[in-house]
């Protein structure tokens, strides 16, 4: 089957620094993949060259994207246009910035089909509708300030749907929302991939987030992807020690109070001391000289569970 | 008096320029006891922060009273608050902010003992490399500017100067909140270790339940303005009895897919009110999945039930 979204080889640079290497991907139709690391790993730097919106600062070096079997990645700005908002839509995480303070639910939502308000109205509402948003007949033509953060979410979801996106890219999409409009979104963005076998790339650092709604995850970390496989794998068996780490690092409301939790010693490389070999290697409980020597490759682990690390096989949950 | 904090009928409102105040704060009372921890959660727009502004003292009690080591907050002139202070610290979320970029670590660390002149020169050099060291930094640090630092090693300084006084009190508004999960779990087990080594109370504000589980011994709930209850760690996440803590314990999502997706869902619907123009009666009774006519009409008393408090007309 032709995948959703396919991410080849992407790197990118910010001057003479390599911040994301080497990143791939596939996301079939109607998956969930999470795309998950601490800041400044390179997810939403991803997300970006993907919609072909990165800062001016950042070059893309190489890498491949294709859309539904379309290579993407070498369209001019013009093609991009008419991609965006309609087969590849991507909502964010301040949905209150996002919008156009400006602008009514209304005329956001109609832009990217084109039409004006007035002849898309009926269709505008019943998506509104559709997103869960209350008296859509009313909130259509309100201003942003006027809604709140949750009934701002699901108005640039609706701005996304309207042109029947391929794939979904939502960029920490709950992440300023409280947790009872979070578990509202998080029930919207499932029945939408159910009902319209949408794809989303899932950006997030959440592990709930993830646990909830993810099929497939890719954990990144220093702008590569350490690991990959499904969720249940990645929860269940981590193969490389920095998701091992990360995941013993969260509180969670089954274990001990009061317990130590794991602490992940040092911090991440900044991009100029990246070395020949594996990223993680300083803080990694495992790091022998082969690691600080040599990258990892990503290796297949069996049942499509991938791990850069040279000693994955001996890493425990 | 066992107590480092009490609060008892607090109220805070903002006037508006148009339309009535805001009720931030509508009536909560709670204490907290020497070497306790008290988390406080909540939605935004619930009141946690106010609460836990007014302990301190940033802003202004509209009505009740608030006892910090036996003296009262509430109304207190320039002078006794400047005293009180000293028995109550806070460290606020974003350690980006809540340090001035143009100190040193070691003059912002020294700082409330310079200005309290409990120590000066050599041993307030002396006690400032202790502080820096009990929170896992190193003496050197102290001549280092805070831009030298990584998120989680600036909260480290913004808590060794919340101890520098050693407070009966320390308020922690949402601390690891802006952190990464590596870092987050630094600081908590930074915090867990100072609980254990000095015994001072702690008002833990959060929205993060896990994170509250993980710190404290008591727990309130709050929903605009109110407490909704307020009962030991266990007993609240284990059998909570207000509707509200149900709904709040059921949208955390557990980072666990198995056990996540075999959980009911039992979303909220609905937003909060605005606080400006609260409900009738229960504030919860517009998203209560059990509300029935009594909450609409009137407030529920908070009142004991088993080892918990709780406002709700049907808790059992």
Redesign the interface.
Same mark, same amino acid.
Request: net charge negative.
């Given at each position: 089957m032709t995948p959703a979204l396919a991410v080849e080889g992407l790197t990118l640079a910010i001057g003479d620094s390599t911040v994301v290497e080497d990143v791939g991907f596939r996301l079939a139709p109607g998956e969930v993949l999470a795309l998950v690391g601490?800041?400044g790993c390179g997810k939403s730097l991803t997300a970006q060259a993907i919609m072909h919106l990165l800062p001016r600062a950042v070059r893309q070096l190489c890498g491949r994207v294709s859309l539904a079997g379309e290579v993407i990645s070498d369209y001019p700005e013009r093609r991009m246009r008419q991609l965006r908002g309609r087969k590849l839509a991507m909502i964010f995480q301040e949905p209150q910035a996002a919008l156009d303070a400006l602008a009514t639910i209304g005329a956001q939502v109609a832009e990217t089909t084109g039409r004006p308000l007035r002849r898309a109205r009926a269709d505008v509402r019943s998506l509104l509708a559709d997103v869960g948003i209350?008296d859509p007949a009313r909130r259509i033509d309100q201003y942003p300030f006027e809604l709140?953060g949750?009934?701002c979410q699901r108005a640039m979801i609706a701005s996304a749907l309207i042109g029947h996106p391929v794939v979904l890219i939502a960029d920490e999409p709950t992440t300023a929302l409280? /947790?009872?409009?979070? &578990?509202?979104i998080?029930?919207l963005l499932r029945r939408l991939v159910a009902d319209r076998g949408t794809a989303i790339l899932l950006i997030t650092?959440?592990?709930?987030? /993830?646990?909830?709604i &993810?099929d497939r995850v890719a954990v990144m970390y220093a702008g590569r992807i350490a690991e990959t496989g499904t969720?249940?794998a990645i929860?269940?068996a981590p193969r490389h020690p920095y998701t091992a780490?990360?995941?013993a690092?969260?509180?969670?409301?089954?274990?001990a109070?009061?317990?130590?939790?794991?602490?992940?010693e040092g911090?991440v490389p900044t991009p100029a001391e990246f070395g020949a070999g594996c990223r993680f290697a300083d803080r990694c409980p495992l790091a022998d000289a082969h690691c600080v020597a040599q990258q990892p490759p990503l290796r297949d682990m069996g049942d499509g569970h991938r791990s850069a690390c040279w000693h994955a096989e001996r890493v425990s949950a | 008096m066992n107590e480092a904090l009490t609060v008892a009928d607090l109220a805070v409102h903002y006037r508006m320029r148009h339309g009535p105040p805001v009720r931030a704060v509508d009536g909560v009372s709670f204490t907290v006891a020497a070497s306790e921890t008290l988390g406080l959660v909540g939605e935004s727009g619930c009141g946690k922060s106010s609460v836990s502004n007014a302990v301190v003292g940033l802003v202004h009690a509209t009505r009740g009273s608030i006892r910090i080591a036996g003296a009262e907050v509430a109304g207190a002139d320039r002078r006794t608050l400047f005293r009180i202070r000293a028995q109550a610290q806070m460290v606020f979320q974003d350690p980006a902010t809540s340090l001035n970029p143009r100190m040193t670590v070691g003059s912002a660390v020294g700082e409330p003992l310079a200005v309290r002149r409990v120590a000066r020169g050599r041993a307030l050099r002396e006690r400032v490399a202790d502080l820096l060291t009990e929170v896992g930094l190193r003496p050197e640090h102290a001549a280092r500017y805070p831009h030298q630092f990584s998120g989680g090693q600036r909260q480290r300084i913004v808590i060794a100067r919340a101890l520098a006084l050693r407070p009966a009190l320390l308020v922690c508004d949402e601390p690891v909140s802006a952190l990464d999960v590596s870092v987050r779990a630094q600081i908590l087990n930074l915090l867990v270790d100072l609980q254990r080594a000095h015994r001072m109370a702690c008002l833990f504000v959060s929205h993060d339940l896990a994170v509250v589980r993980h710190v404290c011994d008591r727990v309130a709930v709050m929903y605009l303005g109110h407490l909704a209850e307020l009962a030991p760690r266990d007993a609240l996440f284990a059998a909570p009895r207000h509707p509200y803590t149900r709904a709040l314990l059921a949208s955390v999502p557990e980072p666990d897919p198995v056990v996540q997706r075999n959980r009911p869902r039992v979303p909220l619907s609905g937003e909060i009110p605005s606080p400006a123009n609260p409900p009738s009666g229960c504030r919860f009774h517009t998203r209560c999945p059990i509300a029935r006519e009594l909450c609409k009409r009137e407030v529920p008393e908070w009142r004991p039930v088993g080892d918990s408090m709780v406002a709700c007309h049907f808790a059992a």
């Open positions: 601490e800041s209350s709140s949750g009934m409280d /947790v009872t409009i979070q &578990a509202q998080l029930e650092h959440d592990m709930g987030v /993830v646990a909830d &993810a969720a249940e929860f269940a780490l990360l995941l690092a969260l509180p969670r409301l089954s274990h109070p009061k317990s130590r939790l794991a602490v992940i911090r | -």
